[in-house]
């Protein structure tokens, strides 16, 4: 039996592409095993939405070849997806796959094999107009499984590199959607995490014959689907519809991921963000105002071009105002190719590290007092069917975010369970299980 290993760097997506392209190598006869261990395939599945995921995409890529010099070694995603060349330069690559063409990996690699040059099978995703349909049954997770609704962004950001690696706009059938969720309820996943590049976007495409909330709607009623939780979505695309069924469906997990980038206004319209910390604000105190223990998290950029100290310290109040249950701090990444990159007024790296490192202080304070906030209150916990490596402990989350460890038996693990919040300890709250 040949053995394929897989490494992902990127985001939630990468995370379910990989794992749609272990479920086509499964059933073509594979066994998969660790990317550390020796194999006879290795795919790395990469990012490029910073400068940092490129340069570790190349990094991984010749650790696989050194690893086992026979092995057919395969770059795909977003980075051959925007730089063909630059990949098939890195010595050891015989095969590259942009972001789409992933369904006849098994095929290409096979392929590989028998070439005498690296094999370019990286398409023109600006010309793709149909999602790639490549249904997950397993996930790495054993509790909890990714469903993927979307690919593509047509919004180009002036930073972002994403719409050019991933093309326009293009969502998944609703009865495709709705046929792998019932998959994943039968193979015991308790939540399903609608994932996307752009997930509020979801049936734009086709004149909003089917939306996001439509998608939800015929999700909630699933046998065994306790909860399903939205991985990122505009605050702009977050309307009165949506909002009322996440305070009023039990199932509909009370965390919204609304991406910021900045908190100041002059930086947003410079980002060709669709929105000012005005509006911004104004949703979030809706939201809240009908889902007051809702977690709002959100994503943040500092160092974009042109942003002053000034920019910067409007920027930290208004995080600070809003009170974010969690904050994931990004440093701008010049792109080729993306209209910040020809911006003159760079920022130096070492003003945007300590921009950075000042809003993660932040992050972990606001992320401290919004946990505080549940001790000595009863919530509901997935727990995962393994312990933590360092506390022994069953470990899950609450449905609005919420890290929980609780010191049971194993007959808990993958349970859905009501559990009294007794203490904070480290980044995790303690509790214990209410029969």
């Given at each position: 039996m040949k053995r394929v290993g897989f490494y992902t760097l990127g985001c939630k997506v990468n995370q379910y592409d990989t794992e749609s392209m272990i479920n086509l190598f499964k059933e073509a006869g594979y066994e998969i095993v660790d990317f550390n261990t020796e194999a006879d395939v290795y795919i790395i599945n990469t990012c490029t939405v910073t400068h940092q995921g490129a340069s570790k995409s190349r990094k991984i890529t010749r650790r696989a070849k050194r690893r086992n010099p026979e092995a057919i070694v395969a770059v795909v995603g977003c980075y051959p997806q925007v730089s063909p060349e630059e990949v098939l330069e890195i010595e050891g690559i015989d095969l590259i796959v942009g972001t789409e063409g992933r369904k006849e990996i098994v095929s290409l690699v096979e392929e590989a094999v028998a070439a005498t040059k690296p094999l370019d099978y990286v398409q023109d995703?600006?010309?793709?107009?149909?999602?790639?349909?490549i249904p997950i049954t397993e996930s790495n997770e054993r509790t909890r499984a990714s469903l993927k609704v979307q690919?593509?962004?047509?919004?180009?950001?002036?930073?972002?590199?994403?719409?050019?690696?991933r093309g326009s706009i293009r969502s998944r059938e609703l009865t495709e959607a709705i046929a792998e969720a019932k998959r994943l309820a039968e193979n015991g996943f308790k939540e399903i995490v609608l994932?996307?590049?752009?997930?509020?976007?979801?049936?734009?495409?086709?004149?909003?014959?089917?939306?996001?909330?439509?998608?939800?709607?015929?999700?909630?009623?699933?046998?065994?689907?306790?909860?399903?939780?939205?991985?990122?979505?505009?605050a702009t695309e977050v309307n009165e519809e949506l909002i009322n069924m996440i305070a009023n469906e039990k199932k509909l997990c009370r965390h919204l991921h609304l991406p910021l980038?900045?908190?100041?206004?002059?930086?947003?319209?410079?980002?060709?963000?669709?929105?000012?910390?005005?509006?911004?604000?104004?949703?979030?105190?809706?939201?809240r105002n009908k889902i007051p223990e809702i977690a709002i998290t959100t994503d943040v950029m500092v160092g974009f071009p042109g942003e002053t100290d000034e920019n910067f310290e409007t920027t930290y109040e208004f995080i600070k105002e809003i009170g974010f249950s969690d904050l994931h701090v990004f440093k701008y990444s010049k792109r080729e190719g993306t209209p910040a990159a020809n911006l003159s007024n760079q920022v130096h790296s070492k003003v945007k590290k300590k921009r950075s490192a000042k809003l993660r202080e932040l992050a972990k304070s606001m992320a401290v007092d919004y946990r505080r906030e549940f001790i000595g209150?009863?919530?509901?916990?997935?727990?995962?069917?393994?312990?933590?490596?360092?506390?022994?402990?069953?470990?899950?989350?609450?449905?609005?975010?919420?890290?929980?460890?609780?010191?049971?038996?194993?007959?808990?693990?993958?349970?859905?369970?009501?559990?009294?919040?007794?203490?904070?300890?480290?980044?995790?709250?303690?509790?214990?299980?209410?029969?």
């Open positions: 995703v600006m010309e793709s107009d149909i999602f790639e349909e690919e593509g962004c047509d919004r180009f950001c002036a930073y972002c590199i994403i719409p050019y690696t994932t996307g590049i752009h997930l509020g976007a979801y049936g734009e495409e086709r004149e909003k014959k089917n939306n996001l909330n439509t998608l939800i709607k015929e999700l909630l009623p699933i046998n065994g689907i306790e909860r399903i939780r939205l991985s990122s979505i505009e980038q900045s908190g100041s206004d002059k930086v947003l319209e410079a980002m060709n963000r669709e929105y000012t910390t005005t509006e911004y604000a104004a949703k979030v105190e809706k939201i209150k009863e919530l509901d916990v997935l727990l995962e069917d393994e312990r933590n490596h360092q506390t022994n402990l069953l470990t899950g989350l609450t449905d609005n975010y919420l890290r929980v460890m609780v010191d049971e038996n194993d007959k808990y693990e993958g349970q859905l369970v009501d559990v009294g919040l007794i203490r904070e300890a480290e980044d995790y709250l303690i509790g214990e299980i209410i029969d």
